[in-house]
């Protein structure tokens, strides 16, 4: 079967879920080409040739624009069978909708998909998500029908920019935090990717002229053994290599003994997501953690020279502007504003089908109908100042973003704003913010994005220029 495989974004990064489902399909004797809309244009002549299309899925910005591509697919192709797999594939989006897609596919989607492909047959109706949580063996991905890395999100530091390759570990997750779209479908549980199946990924990335290695995992640390194992493998393989990981604060804290080791062996940051300084929002989320326990952890890794990315939500249905504006401070006092992209200070919690939020006794006072454009509930926070600032927010960081300002620049005018709408007594005045020059060049990607954020007008826009 000719099959088009075709990803709107992936965090800025050559697209992993491409490069394992292509494997998957090439290994069962499919003829695959792969579109990557995030950096190169609409191929109709691919389309048309095409008697299949996959569409990657695997975050919330993704399925937004992914929504639009298969529109604009089957407006062209009326017949063409069209799958989502990844992550947000095991939502089911519209349950009381028709939609241009046939079949969804999540955790581990590549042999469903690929049966549902050997064995296709032409449906009226759309049929439930599939969600295959069982072991399968894991075939390397092959990286080969996707644009260079050269083409993708770069490590920034110490004034020089180079190539990143991204991979996973496991996916899933061990934890249930209430927000998250992990627990929807994993409900708590991780699968583990063949140690040997990652290091050859990363061999072939490094072949590509990888210079630096993001980890996918949703936690990088929830099998701690496996972890070690490619830390330790990964170093030996490749010394000069650096890389990152997203862990969660209670893990930093729990495995104290291995930062000297991570950082010898090339840890250059951590992403960890903070969301909130407010011990109650925290609580509701049940994120793990306190806001005393965020200070610990950041001055745990810098002690062994490994520096923190705080992710943040700052809009939720029980956020005040002096929330807002309490993050704003924490960033400042602990040296942070380097550290966070502006856009983590407009993020607006997302309530997709499924949430573990929407039976929480929190949450349903402000629960609304459901959009089917944003994919996710509608809510209204306990204090309509806070949806104001999110709004007025979210349009410095875009309009900063247009303009090329520094994140430093941006912070300043997000400050003014937040205090405007939050004012200290007496007034807080506008105060110098003038991190050295050693941290504003401290280690970052050069993608700003986030997972959770809502795709911009931008990402929309070459989506609407697609030819029909």
Known sequence: MKTLLISTYELGHQPLHLATAASALIAAGHETRCMDLAIGPWKKTDVEWAEIVGISVPMHTAMRLAEKVATRVRSTQPTLPIATFGLYAGIDHHPDQPTSIDASFA??????????????????????????????????????????????????????????????????????????????????????????????????????????????????????????????????????????????VEHILEHVGLWNEFRNSGCLFVVSAFESVSEN??????????????????????????????????????????????????????????????????????????????????????????????????????????????????NIVEHGLTAEASDLDTFGRLWDAVHQAAPLSPSHGTPEFSPSASAMARPRLTEPWFCCAEPTEDQFSPLDEIPA
């Open 281 to 394: 929002i925290l609580h509701i989320l049940d994120k793990g953690h306190t806001p005393a326990d965020a200070v610990t952890a950041i001055h745990l890794l810098r002690r062994h020279g490994i520096e923190i990315r705080p992710s943040w939500m700052p809009f939720t249905p029980w956020t005040s502007p002096k929330d807002v504006r309490d993050i704003l401070h924490f960033v400042r006092e602990h040296d942070l504003i380097p550290n966070v992209d502006p856009v983590q200070y407009t993020i607006r919690l997302l309530v997709p089908h499924g949430s573990l939020l929407l039976n929480h006794p929190a949450m349903r006072p402000h629960l609304l109908d459901y959009d089917h454009q944003r994919l996710s509930y509608r809510w209204e926070p306990a204090d309509p100042q806070s949806d104001l600032l999110q709004l007025q927010l979210a």
């Open 107 to 248: 955790g581990a989607y590549e042999p469903n998909l690929v049966a549902w492909i050997d064995n296709f047959k032409t449906s009226d109706s759309p049929s439930s998500p599939s969600v295959d949580l069982e072991r399968h063996a894991t075939g390397m991905p092959i990286r080969k029908l996707l644009p260079p890395i050269t083409e993708y999100t770069k490590l920034a530091v110490d004034g020089m920019e180079h190539p990143v390759g991204y991979v996973e570990t496991t996916r899933g997750c061990v934890h249930t935090c209430r927000h998250c779209p992990v627990p929807i479908i994993y409900k708590g549980r991780i699968r583990i990717i063949d140690a040997d199946v990652v290091l050859a990924d990363i061999d072939q990335l490094v072949d590509q002229g990888a210079k630096h290695i993001t980890f996918a995992d949703p936690d990088f640390l929830n099998g701690v053994r496996h972890s070690i194992e490619i830390v330790r493998r990964l170093h030996s393989r490749h010394p000069q290599l650096t890389f990152d990981a997203t862990i969660k």
